[in-house]
């Protein structure tokens, strides 16, 4: 008898301690002191979201923080998102998919964007944040294309505003006999002159769901439309890329393996001449090889036309979340002034409002050139459709088989188009 | 009979919970799996439509499938075979008496014991043209030599192999010597005044002994090689185009990346019923050889 009691004993126990073990789970985010006043005045609540975010490895994280729990009154918790492109979306989708609340805001850059504005997985924002005459501050073309949904509502703040644009060696420049690249012939002749001993005129990253950017970026060039494989525009620009790498041989093959880790650091290197890059340089900057004299960014050349994409990381409500109050204080704080400047000084995003962007504290080198490109070029949003990286991935794997003579251009631009039709 | 009852009760409420869990985590997952694999799940579209079988008969129309399953008999099958000779041969190698034994079967292992994301985010620079190892060692002996070896489809499935071995194969070998560690020194000095050499006391005594070890092994690696995921994933991205794909690989895809939950869970249905199929059939053998 006295064994069978210690029997159901053991047995509660063992069940308690599995129970146990199944709940108060941390949740491993890491949650900083909060600051004064952060509390909720309806219910004496402390204000509290929890932040999904890429920028947490940043130097200037910390200040960030900081300033943003103190102007927003929210004390913000955060996760670090990862920091390959494929988990990092794979672990959203998720979280946004099944309804997890563990987080309120969330980072999320375009292809995301376009991804998720039509499931109903964000909260809508016009009428708590984006309010009229803060939403015309941001770039239209690119909150209607990329933020937007077909219902008409806006689901994200952009932190910043970014540009797809030339960066070049301006040693190599000099050692070509080049003041500029204003047109397709100077960029031609730039990256001959700077083919040689091992180093190529032209740098990309053409991994198979990276190179989207630029196949896009040169259609936009020669004047085509990345959905229209008709469009003669459009076969140009991908047959300009063919000859780059196997006619002229002015930018290498192997290049298909590489993101932008990889392109960046022969780029810093000195093995390419120029490239296409986003941000403000501050890869360049951390190689110290950023500056008027060394890697800067020009203005995009002229083809058929000056043209280039703009792109954004936006902070998105989770339609999930438990926070809502305290996530749209916050989210007013990253819409507003104080938000945006706090982006450019920590981690230099170039603000996305044009009134914060033409403020006094805004300034230098970048300012300069995003000012001459956005009075020069025609600006648009990438093209993506809704199952963007399906879609990118398809297309990415289309231009290596063409680009390694696995196709003929006319069976690249049949593909693409079914590829089109099929996700569109 | 009566106490016999009440200790069996005991023992069935004793293992309930660690049933219950198993039951929640497996036998609930597979179920669900194999019932979203009937539905044309597309979240991103908002889909959700019963077709039956539909994605099972899509899956064999479906190139980047097919592709998938083509990589992955090469990868188990080149990996296995890679496995078993090499293994063996490092079993032997490391079974002999030399002096720093020990130091170099503890620096064997080391490879076996890093996470294969990190030897894959570290191969990926490793066969890079401009900056790897791999292309910096063969350059001793031919200064000339040029090879991005992951942007071909040939070139990368061999290096995709090479890391999967690197990795695995230091812990087959160790396995391996522990069978040969019961080999009795008698029988080759037996076999050595009846006049056997090194290579006939291997095959008539080692290979035989040890013959059952290999299987079993060899069973649980092409499990494991079937499932493999991280090493594309790290490493490849599944490129150059889809030729590194493993299945495994493709069912992340599907599901995390593209949200095309119905087709995945078909592709990890059809999956799990090949991983069954050839357990069930792997056991059987192991069963009947019995040296």
């Known amino acids: 008898m006295k064994k069978t009691k210690t029997s159901i004993f053991a047995a509660a126990t063992a069940l308690t301690v599995l129970l146990s073990g199944c709940s108060g789970v941390n949740s491993g985010s890491n949650n900083e002191d909060p600051n004064s006043g952060t509390t909720n005045s309806a219910s004496g609540k402390q204000d509290e979201i929890t932040l999904y975010t890429i920028q947490s490895t940043n130097p200037n994280f910390e200040a960030w923080l900081n300033e943003a729990q103190e102007k927003s009154g929210v004390k913000i918790n955060w996760v670090a998102a990862p920091t390959d492109s494929d988990t990092r979306q794979q672990k959203i989708s998720t979280i946004l998919s099944s309804g997890d609340s563990s987080v309120d805001i969330l980072e999320i850059n375009d292809e995301m964007a376009t991804s998720f504005k039509n499931a109903g997985w964000l909260d809508p924002l016009q009428d708590s944040v984006l309010t009229s005459d803060i939403v015309e501050q941001f770039p239209q073309g690119y909150m209607e294309d990329m933020l937007t949904s077909d219902k008409g509502d806006i689901i994200g703040v952009p932190s910043y505003s970014g540009y797809l644009g030339l960066w070049v060696d301006q040693k190599k420049l000099d050692a070509a006999g080049m003041k500029s690249i204003e047109t397709e012939e100077d960029f031609v002749n730039f990256m001959k002159a700077s083919t040689k001993d091992g180093q190529y005129g032209y740098g990309g990253s053409w991994e198979k769901t990276y190179v989207f950017n630029e196949i896009a970026t040169f259609v936009n060039l020669f004047g085509g439309d990345y959905f229209d494989w008709t469009n003669e525009g459009s076969r140009k620009a991908i047959k300009f890329m063919y000859d780059m790498a196997n006619t002229w041989k002015v930018t290498p093959v192997d290049q298909i393996a590489d993101k932008y880790e990889q392109m960046n650091q022969k780029f810093i290197d000195g093995k390419y001449a120029m490239v296409f890059m986003w941000g403000t340089g501050n890869d360049y900057k951390e190689a110290n090889r950023y500056g008027m004299d060394q890697i800067h960014m020009i203005n995009m050349p002229r083809f058929a036309k000056r043209s280039i994409f703009t792109d954004s990381w936006s902070y998105v409500l989770n339609s999930s979340s438990k926070n809502k109050e305290a996530a749209i204080k916050f989210l007013k704080y990253a819409a507003g002034e104080e938000g945006e400047l706090s982006g450019w000084k920590n981690f230099g995003r170039y603000p996305a409002r044009a009134d914060v962007a033409s403020h006094e504290a805004v300034s230098g080198d970048v300012k300069v050139i995003y000012t001459e490109i956005q009075a020069t070029n025609e600006i648009h949003g990438r093209p993506m459709l809704p199952q963007t990286m399906e879609f990118i991935s398809e297309m990415g794997t289309l231009f290596q088989n063409y680009i390694q003579d696995q196709m003929t251009l006319d069976e690249f631009c049949t593909k693409a188009q079914e590829a089109v039709e099929k996700y569109k | ?291």
């Not at chain 2, 008496?97 to 030897?119: C, D, E, H, N, S």
């Not at chain 2, 070896?149 to 890391?163: D, G, Q, Y």
């Not at chain 2, 095959?203 to 499990?223: R, Y």
């Not at chain 2, 493709?250 to 090949?274: K, Q």
């Open chain 2, 1 to 291: 009979m009566y106490e016999n009852k009440k200790y069996i009760t005991i023992a069935w409420i004793l293992v309930l919970p660690a049933l219950l869990i198993r039951v929640f985590t497996t036998i609930y997952p597979i179920i669900e799996t194999f019932r979203i694999s009937l539905y044309d799940v597309k979240l991103l579209r908002g889909i959700n439509e019963f077709v039956g079988f539909q994605n099972y008969l899509n899956i064999f129309q479906d190139s980047k499938m097919i592709a998938s399953i083509n990589f992955t008999v090469i990868f188990v099958v080149g990996s296995m075979i890679g496995h078993i000779v090499l293994g063996i041969a490092l079993a032997l190698i490391l079974n002999m008496k030399f002096a720093g034994q020990k130091v170099l079967r503890t620096i064997v292992l080391l490879p076996w014991a890093m996470p294969m994301v990190v030897i894959a985010m570290a191969s990926k620079w490793a066969f890079n043209n401009e900056y790897g190892l791999v292309n910096d060692f063969i350059r001793w002996f031919n200064p000339s030599f040029h090879l991005d070896w992951l942007i071909h489809a040939t070139t990368a499935s061999h290096a995709v192999i090479a890391v999967d071995l690197w990795k695995d194969l230091p812990f087959f070998a160790i396995l391996i010597l522990a069978g040969l560690q019961f080999i009795s020194s008698d029988m080759y000095e037996a076999a050595k005044i009846d006049g056997a050499g090194v290579i006939r006391s291997f095959f008539t005594i080692t290979l035989p002994l040890i013959s059952k070890n290999i299987l079993v092994l060899s069973i649980f690696f092409t499990m494991w090689r079937i499932t493999s995921f991280d090493v594309v994933y790290a490493m490849t991205s599944g490129g150059p185009g889809e030729s590194t794909a493993l299945i495994a690989y493709r069912i992340t895809t599907e599901a995390f990346t593209n949200l095309n939950t119905g087709y995945a869970s078909s592709i990890a249905v059809v999956l799990f019923l090949v991983m069954a199929l050839l357990s069930a059939l792997s056991m059987r053998a192991a069963k009947r050889v019995d040296y």
